[in-house]
């Protein structure tokens, strides 16, 4: 069993920053790829950001490429997520998941733990 359990949210203009953490408690003995999903109201889930095993490879989605970066950190068992020059429509509840294999993907299908969300709202 995994436990994950994201901070960091709240609310911030648009051209602001937040950086959301995910911190993972329980089996986390071995390192497993990590991401970032977003759900919008009445909208699906959506990937966000991904990064290997050992943080030197990510991917990101065509609109927050060169606006936010994915990290980790596997001493402390936590993920990041920096966003930067924030805009109205990254208003959602973010979710970190761990993924099922030692590969990462877009597909929220191949994550097999989640944590419970965070809200980021951003005005305009």
């Known amino acids: 069993q995994v436990q994950l359990v994201e901070s960091g949210g709240g609310l911030v203009q648009a051209g602001g920053s937040l950086r959301l953490s995910c911190a993972a408690s329980?089996?986390?003995?071995?390192?497993?790829?990590m991401a970032w999903f977003r759900q919008a109201p009445g909208k699906e889930r959506e990937f966000v950001a991904a990064?290997?095993?050992?943080?030197?490879?990510?991917s990101y989605t065509d609109s927050v490429k060169g606006r936010f970066t994915i990290s980790r950190d596997n001493a402390k068992n936590t993920v990041y997520l920096q966003m930067n020059s924030l805009k109205p429509e990254d208003t959602a509840i973010y979710y970190c998941?761990?993924?099922?294999?030692?590969?990462?993907?877009?597909?929220?299908?191949?994550?097999?733990?989640w944590g419970q969300g965070t809200q980021v709202t951003v005005s305009s």
């Open positions: 990064i290997n095993r050992r943080g030197g490879s990510t």
């Open positions: 329980g089996r986390t003995d071995s390192m497993y790829p």
């Open positions: 998941a761990k993924a099922r294999g030692q590969t990462w993907s877009r597909r929220s299908y191949d994550y097999d733990y």
